[in-house]
């Protein structure tokens, strides 16, 4: 069975720095893209990058370009969204996603972590 | 960037009834729109890829149609757990935009 686990819930002041992470089972980690999506509170969902684990090609949506890093570790299938310095807009729930190598969508989707920035 | 635009923002029907739900495409995506469903405190769920193939466990009442700039998802005759936000989603030149999304909810 195809599983995306993410890390919990954070809770985090501003100027702080933070990594999630998302691990993924039952497939061939390295053989996927592992995109992230953020859902601000009561919004839509945003594309922010995406990583294919094999070989650690990464991209970045411009709005999300220098802002958050996107990161994995084949050896222990897991994929990773950082930040450096959080700011109260990067509250939001964040998932990631896994896409195929010849295809667009995204068929399985990690359960979310809520980030909450709040001095 | 190719922008996607969902309408209605809102749908409000009944149990039992039909829903149309659009996304209109700034330029062509050729078939390569995709559907998800979320429900409150869930993550996303991919219902339609290629703007047609139903997804693994999808009921048949979902359906998808369009190219090019105009897609539509159908809901032939909506469950309780139908009442949701749809979102569609495209990839152009290593770029992936989702639509505003539609939510349908109980009239």
């Known amino acids: 069975e195809v599983q995306l686990v993410q890390s919990g819930a954070e809770v985090k002041k501003p100027g702080e720095s933070l990594k999630i992470s998302c691990k993924g089972s039952?497939?061939?980690?390295?053989?996927?893209?592992i995109g992230w999506v953020r859902q601000m509170p009561g919004k839509g969902l945003e594309w922010m990058g995406i990583i294919y684990p094999g070989d650690s090609d990464t991209r970045y949506s411009p709005s999300f370009q220098g802002q958050v890093t996107i990161s994995a570790d084949k050896s222990i299938s897991t994929a990773y969204l950082q930040w450096s310095s959080l700011k109260a807009s990067d509250t939001a729930m964040y998932y990631c996603?896994?896409?195929?190598?010849?295809?667009?969508?995204?068929?399985?989707w990690g359960q979310g972590t809520l980030v909450t920035v709040s001095s | 960037e190719i922008v996607l635009t969902q309408s209605p923002a809102t749908l409000s029907l009944s149990p039992g009834e039909r829903a149309t739900l659009s996304c209109r495409a700034s330029?062509?995506?050729?078939?390569?729109l995709a559907w998800y469903q979320q429900k409150p405190g869930q993550a996303p769920r991919l219902l339609i890829y290629?703007?047609?193939n139903r997804a693994t466990g999808i009921p048949a009442r979902f359906s998808g149609s369009g190219s090019g700039t105009d897609f539509t998802l159908t809901i032939s005759s909506l469950e309780p757990e139908d009442f949701a936000v749809y979102y569609c989603q495209q990839r152009s030149n290593w770029s992936w935009t989702f639509g505003q999304g539609t939510k349908v909810e109980i009239k």
């Open positions: 290629d703007a047609s």
């Open positions: 330029q062509s995506v050729s078939s390569y």
């Open positions: 996603a896994r896409q195929g190598t010849l295809v667009y969508y995204f068929d399985y």
């Open positions: 039952g497939y061939s980690f390295t053989s996927y893209w």
